[in-house]
Every structure is written in C-alpha cells, then in structure tokens.
C-alpha cells in the first residue's frame, strides 16, 4: 500500500540564495529610494549611476550584480562667481604671501629681542631726560642750603643730598620696571606686523557649499525569505504528521476487523470518487482511499446510514459499513 512522503527539507544554499537574493534587492532599492536630486539657492546635488559591480556569494554561489552611483554637486551661478572671485584673490594673496616669506625668513634669523639690550637702552634714554632735572635740583638745594647757612659737608648739607640721591635712584627704578614692559610690548608688536600681514594674506572668504541635506525616505522592510521557507516546509511536515495519524488510525479500525466484513466507507477519506449505479436502492461508487492508489468499489456510509443504520459503525471518528447486512457489490468490480 503506497503511503505518500513526508515533506523534503529544504536545500540550506537554495534557501540562503533565496533569502540573500531579497536582501541585495531590497537594499538597492532603499539606496535608490535616499538619492534624491536636491536644488537650492546655492547650487544642486544630483546622483548618476556610474558603473555596475559585481558579486559572488561565497556560499551559494550566486552572482549579484549591484549597480554603483556618483554624487555630483554645482554651484549656481552667483555662487561660482563667488568661488572664481576668491580662488583669484587667493591666489594674489598666496604670491604676495611666497614674495614676502623671503624677508620673513631674513627678519625671523635676527633672533628674538634682548631684554639686556633693551636694558641699556632705557638707562641710555633715562639718563638724558633724569640726569639733567636732577643735577637741576641739586644746584637749587645747594643754593638753598647755603641761604640757610648750611655749609657743604656738614650732616644737614649730607642728609639733603642722599635724600636726592635716593630720589634718582627711585626714578630709575620706575623707569626699568614700567618703561621695560612698555618697550617690550611696542617692539614685539613692531616685530610680529609683518608676520601678521603676510598670515592674512593666506586667508580668504569661504565660498557658501550648496545647502543640501540628505533625503531620509522610509525604509523598505526585509523580507525574511528564509523564515517563510522553514515555515512553509514545517506547515507541510505537519500536515503530513497529521495524515500520517489519522493514516494510522483508520488502518488501525481496518485491520482490527479485517476477518470480517466490516470496513471503512466514510466519504471523508475517499477520494476520486465516481457513481457505477446503484444495488437494492443504495448507491454503488468507485473509489480511492486518500492513503494509497488502489481502486476499489463500495458504499458511502453516510448514505447507508439514512437506509439501514444498524449496519454503520462509528470507529474512532470514522463512519464503516457491515457489508454482510449489505447486498453484494462484487459484479461492480
């Protein structure tokens, strides 16, 4: 008796091909769906497919081909009069900056400022401005003292003149401390123009980029191609069970009474089923179990129920007919 066979898994590559398949496709077509040509005020981001790459699955061994973009970005044109303008002016500047960088290498080489020259000079500078009023406030104290009748040499004559004395030294002091910070910061400013120049001279405006921003459609889902495979081969698998028992079980009823004539005739596992005439009233058919090929001839129960229900039988869920209560069916085969 031929009994029909469960379900083959399905092929690992064949399902791995399948699922990839639909990821390439489903990938390209998000990509394509986020190149979005772009105009602005300030120019325009446009996408053209360039090329085509292509890919073997290392597993499967399927072959993709994937097309390949490139961006292209333009300026409008206020703004590439604006870009031409600047990239000149750049340029003027950029040669002025190349001419000059010749002295800047000469003016760097003469080493940074001596703070010990700087020194020198300021006491230079301070002795012909404070040594005259001093001398001038010498003579005036002398002449002073002498009207009051100090005499040179005395300590009245002495104390006077280390009071001026100490004075002098007071004001040269100051001169080192406030004036030395002065001249450092008036030469360091003087030394660092050039340098300053020739620096802005190296920069220059930036021309405005187009305004564009990225396109964010929704994202088309992935199919999960190999999980609807499994599911549909567990569906068959467990239809197949499901046969399989139910198989099982009329075999069960069909064997248990095969010393006798009792036998399953419920129209619900027959198949193929053709009308050959009719015996003392009662419907004669030609039929297939739904488990195996061989053609047999019989009654239906259900229909022998409503004429002689003590011959039907329910076993198991399935309705059998007592064909010895029956009239002969043997002239049909």
Avoid: C
Avoid at 95 to 113: K, M, N, V
């Amino acid at each position: 008796m031929g009994k029909p066979k469960a379900p083959a898994p399905p092929d690992p590559r064949a399902t791995s091909a399948a699922q990839t398949g639909t990821n390439v496709s489903t990938t390209l077509a998000n990509n394509i769906m986020g190149m979005v040509d772009q105009n602005t005020p300030y120019g325009s981001l446009s996408y053209e497919q360039n090329g085509d790459y292509t890919w073997t699955d290392p597993y499967t061994g399927e072959t993709y081909t994937v097309p390949t973009y490139e961006a292209s970005t333009a300026l409008s044109e206020e703004q590439q009069q604006l870009l031409d303008t600047n990239t000149g002016t750049q340029q003027n500047l950029a040669d002025t900056a190349q001419e000059r960088s010749g002295f800047l290498r000469d003016y760097l080489s003469q080493g940074p400022i001596d703070p010990a020259a700087l020194s020198d000079q300021l006491y230079d500078m301070g002795r012909q401005r404070i040594d005259p009023r001093f001398e001038q406030m010498r003579g005036a104290a002398a002449a002073r003292m002498a009207n009051q009748g100090i005499a040179p040499g005395s300590e009245a004559y002495n104390r006077e003149m280390d009071l001026l004395g100490q004075t002098e030294n007071d004001a040269y002091t100051q001169l080192m401390l406030q004036g030395r910070g002065q001249a450092m910061s008036e030469l360091t400013a003087q030394r660092n123009q050039p340098i300053n120049e020739i620096i802005g001279m190296l920069s220059g405006t930036q021309v405005q980029n187009p305004n564009v921003r990225m396109s964010q459609p929704s994202a088309m889902p992935y199919t999960d191609n190999a999980g609807l495979i499994n599911q549909n081969y567990n569906q068959q698998l467990a239809q197949w069970q499901q046969n399989q028992e139910q198989g099982n079980s009329l075999l069960g009823g069909l064997f248990g009474f095969g010393s006798s004539a009792i036998m399953a005739s419920d129209r619900r596992i027959k198949r193929d089923i053709e009308r050959l005439g009719a015996q003392d009233g009662l419907p004669v058919y030609s039929f297939k179990y739904l488990w195996d090929d061989v053609p047999r001839v019989g009654y239906m129960a259900q229909e022998v129920r409503k004429v002689k229900p003590e011959a039907v039988h329910d076993i198991n869920g399935v309705l059998h007919v007592d064909y010895a209560q029956l009239p002969e069916v043997s002239a049909w085969a």
